[in-house]
Every structure is written in structure tokens, then in C-alpha cells.
């Protein structure tokens, strides 16, 4: 067990107990060191009021944040981070099945213990006087299994959010989820309605991170996947006739989503929409094969408006975006290529990489028989663009050796001006060296005028 607790978590803990009040490590912070992981947050509960918690923090010089006092909760500012100090309460009259509708103090520990969600958050600890774990929680730590305290449909019923922490926890820790916890989450998927788009995203967002293997279709059978994101489930059974996939789209996605271990959020919610726009646009030929052509522009459609429903930012959003409309952009491994590539991207190398790595994920879950050169390829293109990254071997619009000026004392006007610096941007793309204004006047009296 990693026991190691903060200097001054200790000195607040001491305050309080100098004072002849009790003090308890307890929840997120109890369980991670019963695993032996990091903790960054540590939370505290006591017996102590929070009007007597201010005015004894008061008199030791530590700033205090009072938001959360009518609910029982102050902060303790510490060392730029803050300390959360709960008074022990019970919880009654929870409105729109997610907050209590009041709130009673009590003296009792385990009493408090009652009100929380999984038997692994549900354990208190002292560093002198060890464990209080009245629903064998470390037992459950120790055999991976989340389960709630008391009734599962009761803890559901209550608040909600409770689903999505369970599912939550069972990607980010690889937990398995108790039968009776399990049975009582999928009866009580319809209290999602209860949760702001906010939560959802958020808790959404950690399943992602947490890199559970299929965790798509986890959510499928689990029931949720609809209150994440409605009209996901169109792409269940949604086969792909071509050579090039082995399975339907949502099989496929959930596939590709496995293959982004180490990737960034926004790479996995590029993977999770990419393929969204398929159905609308799928035509099949006479000899039975489906194409889906610009399925990746309405993918980035629909992806955005589940994006803003989910209250993303728009940094999120326009990133997410641009790799979705990419991801069905294929390189070849000549450099003129891979210029035109990095334009699309401004010259942005680390979102060109990220785009490759989209689509490596999802070749990684089509027919392998079919995409292995095609993944070779963006596997020795991302090579290359290191390389090229190093040597400069790249060019912007704005480098260009003739300028809108020059173009208009050519007889160039309006829009014909940007039309012609595209053309010679692309000219260019495919040799640096092409760059000089004497050739670029060359190339317009030759192949433009």
C-alpha cells in the first residue's frame, strides 16, 4: 500500500485531532493508495462542523472556500491545491435523481460510509488508526469488482450519475462490475435522461481514456451507448459489403478504437465518429460492392453536431473535425506527396502524424488480407515527415517568390489572383527548388496565359 500522505494534509489532519475532533482519509484517495497508485486528490471527512472547521483553519493561517459549506463540504487551500474536509452527514429526499433534497449531520463514521456509491470508495483511513471498512470494500479492491453499497437500485435511483461512475470505473481501472450492481445498472439506464450533457461528456470522456478493450460495445450492453450519444445505434448490424472490411460499421469502429492506446482524447472521438456518415452516402454497385464516397465530410458533420449536443469546446471540436474529414485522405510515400499532405494541415507535422495515426487505427480493423501495404505505407510516410521535418523540406503559401502584386501587373484581378497563387502553390509542392521568381513567371507565361 502506498501511504505516503502530504505534509500538509498531515498538519490538517492534526489540527482537527489536537482539537479533539476526528479526521479520516476517505474515497478516491483511500482506494488508489490500497492500489498502490499516485493520489493527487485527497479527501477528508470528520465529525467536525464546517462553521468550526473555518474557524479553526482560520486561526492557522490556511484560506478556506465555503461553497460547499450548506452541503457540509470546505476546502483548505494547500500548497496551491485544495484539500477537501466533509462533515459526516446522511443524505435524504434526493431530487431529479441526482441530489440530496437535504442533508443531516451525524456523529458516526460508518454512518456516513452508508451514503457512498462503490464498496471501493466507501473505505476510511487513519495513519495511526488504520482501516473502517464496514462493506469489506478492500476485499472487493483486492478481487477487482465494483459493487455498490447497500442496494444497487437504490444507489442508481438516487443519483444516477452513479451508471456512468460505474461503467467509468470499470474502463479506467479494469474492474469487473458485481452481478446485482450490473443487473440494477441496465434496469436503471433510463434515469440517464436525468444528467446534464455535461457529466455525460465528462464521464464519456474517461471511458475513452481508459482504454478498455471494446468499450463500444461494453456501453451497447450495457444500454447507455443511446443516452451518449442517440442514433449511434444505427451503425449496429450496418454490414459493409466490400473487399475491404470484415465487419459491420460499429464492429469495425469499436475495432479501430482499440488500436489508439496512447493516443489523445481527440483522436479517439475522431475514431468513435469517423465512420458516421456511411450509411447516408453508401451506394452499392451492381456487382454488390457498397462505396462510400465523401462519407468522411458527412462524418464530420454529423460528428460536430454530437459534439456541441455533448457541450464540447470548440478547440475540441475543430480538431476532432479535421481528422475526421482527413482520415480518408491517403499519402503515397513521394515527397511531392507528402508536401501537398502537410498543406492541408498548414505545415502542421504533429497534426499530419495524428491524422496517419487515425487511419492506421482504422485500417488496423478491416480486412488485414487487403490494407497491410496501405499500412505500411503511412507507417514508413510518418518516417519520411520526420525526416522531412528535420531538413525543412516543406513549403507555405506565404514563401511563395511572387506576391498578389506581382500577379496583378500581370492582368490578374479578383479571385483569379488567389486561383493562380493555388496553382503555383501547388506547382511548387512538388519541388522547392521551383521557387524562384524568374521560373514562376516562366511557369505563367508557359502554362497559364
Sequence with gaps: MNNTIPHDVSSIMKILENNKYEIWLVGGCVRDMLMNKSCNDYDLTTNATPEIMQYLFHNHGYKTITTGSKHGT??????????????????????????????????SLEEDLKRRDFTMNAIAWHPEKGFVDPFQGIEDIKNKQIRCVGNPHKRFEEDALRILRALRFHCTLHFSIEKKTEEALRKSVSLLTYISKERIRNEFNKMLMGELCNTLNMLKENYVLPYILPGYESLYDHTQPTPWHCYDIFTHTDIALNHTIG???????AIV??????????IIDKQGIAHYKHHA??????????MQDLKYDKKTIQKVCTLIRYHDTYITLDKACLRKFLSYFDNDFKLAKEVLDIQLADNYAKNMEKVQEKINIIENGKIILDTMQKEHDYISLKDLKISGKDLKSLGFQGKQIKEVLNILYNYVLENPKYNTKENLLSYIKNSIL
Excluded at 484539500?83 to 451525524?106: A, C, D, F, K, L
Excluded at 493516443?263 to 472521438?269: A, F, I, M, V
Excluded at 465518429?273 to 453508401?282: Q, S, T, W, Y
Design 263 to 269: 493516443y489523445p482524447l481527440e483522436s479517439k472521438l
Design 297 to 306: 465530410l458527412i462524418s464530420e458533420q454529423k460528428a460536430k453536431q454530437y
Design 74 to 107: 470546505i476546502g483548505v487551500l494547500c500548497d496551491n491545491k485544495i484539500v477537501e474536509i466533509t462533515t459526516y452527514r446522511t443524505e435524504q429526499n434526493y431530487q431529479s435523481h441526482r441530489y440530496p433534497g437535504s442533508i443531516t449531520y451525524t456523529s
Design 273 to 282: 465518429f469517423h465512420d458516421l456518415g456511411k450509411i447516408e452516402c453508401e
